[in-house]
C-alpha cells in the first residue's frame, strides 16, 4: 500500500490527505461505472412473466363483439365503378361510384355551380382534398385532353416583334437611364458624371470603369444604348491646358499630368499626341487609353 501511495504522489503530486481521499474515491467510481451494466446484465436474463397480463388481454378481447363479415354495413358501403366520365358532367352518385368520399365529391359539385369549368384532366386536382392516389386511378377515364392547346397571345406577340428603341449614351438623361433594370436615380448620376469628366464614352466597355455598375447591369445597359460610329469624344488640348485640367481627367489623373505639364516646360509644345510617348512612366495602354481624348493645336509652332 505504502508503495501504491508512493506512486501516486510522483504521478500526481498529491499530499497525504490527497493520496487517502483519492483512494477512497476511486473504488466508489468504479462501483458507478459498472453498477448499471451490471444490473442490465443481470435482469435481463431473468425469465419474465407475463401470464397476469395475458389472462387481462383475453378477457378484454372477449367483451368485444366483432361484426360479421357479411354484414348489412358491409353491404351498405358503395362499390367502386369505373366509368369514363367528363366532370364538367358526372353527377354525385356516379362520383361516389369511381371512389369519390362525399366530402370531395360535394366539393367538386360547389365547384361547378359556382362557374369552374375543367379544361384538361390535371383540372381535376384543383379541388381541395382530391386523393392523387385516387386520381392516378382514374385517369384513364377522365372525358377531357392530357392538355389544352395553348391559346397564341396576341399581346404578347405584339411585345416580342416590337424592338425596343436604343439611346444614345452620349446624350441619355438620368430618366432614359433609370429605365434600365438595376439603375437608380444614384448610379444613373454617376454614370452622366463619369461620362462628363471622361468626355464622353467611346466604347461601351467603359462602362466597367463607373464604380457600382456590375456586370449583369452592364450587360442588360448594353442593350438599350449605343454609342455613334462617328463619334469624337471632348478633346483636351495638352499645348493649352493646365497641370489641373489634365489631372481632372480619369485616365490621366495628377502624377501623368504633373509630368506631361514639366515636359511641356522643358521640350517646348507638343507637336503631336504621339510624342507623349517620350515620357517615360507613360505606358503603351495608358497612352491607348487617353490618345483618343487628347489633341494638338495647331498653331504649335507660334
Known amino acids: 500500500m505504502n508503495r501504491l501511495k508512493a506512486w501516486i504522489r ?12 483519492f483512494l477512497i474515491l476511486l473504488p466508489l467510481m468504479f462501483l458507478l461505472i459498472f453498477s448499471e451494466p451490471v444490473y442490465r446484465y443481470w435482469f435481463v436474463r431473468q425469465p419474465q412473466d407475463f401470464s397476469t397480463e395475458a389472462s387481462e388481454l383475453d378477457s378484454l378481447i372477449a367483451t368485444f363483439h366483432w361484426p360479421p363479415k357479411d354484414s348489412l354495413a358491409m353491404e351498405n358501403l358503395p362499390r367502386q365503378k369505373m ?22 365529391a360535394n366539393r367538386l359539385i ?64 438620368t430618366t432614359q437611364l433609370i429605365t434600365v433594370y438595376g439603375i437608380g436615380s444614384k448610379l444613373s448620376k454617376r454614370i452622366i458624371s463619369y461620362r462628363e469628366k471622361l468626355g464622353g464614352f467611346i466604347s461601351a466597355g467603359q462602362l466597367h470603369e463607373v464604380y457600382g455598375l456590375d456586370s449583369a447591369v452592364i450587360q442588360e445597359l448594353k442593350r438599350k444604348i449605343y454609342i455613334e460610329d462617328l463619334f469624337v469624344p471632348h478633346q483636351l488640348d495638352i499645348n493649352q491646358a493646365s497641370e489641373k485640367e489634365l489631372g481632372q481627367h480619369p485616365y490621366i489623373k495628377y502624377k501623368l499630368a504633373k509630368v506631361i505639364y514639366t515636359y511641356r516646360f522643358q521640350h517646348g509644345k507638343f507637336k503631336s499626341v504621339d510624342e507623349l510617348k517620350n515620357i517615360s512612366i507613360l505606358d503603351e495602354s495608358t497612352f491607348k487609353k487617353i490618345k483618343p481624348y487628347l489633341t494638338v493645336n495647331s498653331d504649335f509652332g507660334n
Open 110 to 173: 360547389n365547384y361547378r355551380s359556382q362557374g369552374g369549368k375543367f379544361y384538361q384532366r390535371t383540372d381535376l386536382l384543383k379541388i381541395y382534398g382530391m386523393d392523387t392516389l385516387l386520381y392516378r386511378k382514374i385517369y384513364s377515364y377522365i372525358d377531357l385532353p392530357d392538355q389544352t392547346p395553348a391559346k397564341p397571345d396576341s399581346r404578347r406577340a405584339t411585345q416580342e416583334n416590337v424592338v425596343p428603341k436604343k439611346f444614345n449614351l452620349n446624350q441619355a438623361d
Open 83 to 104: 366509368i369514363r366520365f367528363n366532370p364538367n358532367q358526372v353527377t354525385k352518385n356516379e362520383l361516389i361510384q369511381l371512389g369519390f368520399n362525399n366530402l370531395t
Open 10 to 21: 510522483n504521478f500526481f503530486g498529491f499530499s497525504r490527505t490527497e493520496i487517502n481521499a
